[in-house]
């Protein structure tokens, strides 16, 4: 195995990474890291970028914008689809109970 950099940790478990691999990496003070435990080590990679719960949520809104009313109303086609699959359901929920 080849060792490429060795670093030690202070007394808080804190590391420095190499200039040279933050600099090929793409990692500045403004980069946030992810830190995944497999096995015996620890992998670090840099996030582009992080959402967080409140972007989820205006995510959400923007596609909403997006998409609204590209659905439109509902063809007769479907309508019929959707009354014979309900009227399915409803058989296959009898027949359940009559088992029972």
Same mark, same amino acid.
């Given at each position: 195995?080849? +060792? #490429?950099?060795?670093?030690?940790?202070?007394? @808080?478990? #804190? +590391? !420095?990474? &190499? @200039?040279?691999? =933050?600099?090929? $990496?793409? +990692?500045?003070?403004? %980069?946030? $890291?992810?830190? !995944? @435990?497999?096995? &015996? /080590?620890? *992998?670090? *990679? &840099? !996030?582009?970028? !992080?959402? /967080?719960?409140?972007?989820? %949520?205006?995510? *959400?809104?923007? +596609? $909403?914008?997006?998409?609204q009313g590209s659905?439109?109303?509902?063809? %007769?086609?479907?309508?019929r689809r959707e009354?014979?699959?309900? @009227?399915?359901?409803?058989?296959?929920? =009898? $027949? /359940?109970?009559?088992?029972?």
């Amino acid at each position: 195995m080849k +060792i #490429q950099h060795i670093a030690k940790t202070n007394e @808080k478990g #804190q +590391i !420095v990474i &190499p @200039k040279d691999l =933050r600099d090929e $990496l793409g +990692i500045s003070d403004k %980069v946030s $890291l992810h830190l !995944v @435990k497999k096995g &015996p /080590g620890i *992998y670090i *990679y &840099p !996030v582009s970028e !992080v959402i /967080g719960e409140f972007d989820t %949520v205006n995510s *959400y809104l923007a +596609i $909403l914008e997006k998409t609204q009313g590209s659905w439109g109303p509902e063809t %007769v086609e479907e309508k019929r689809r959707e009354k014979a699959q309900k @009227k399915m359901e409803q058989k296959a929920a =009898r $027949l /359940g109970k009559q088992q029972w």
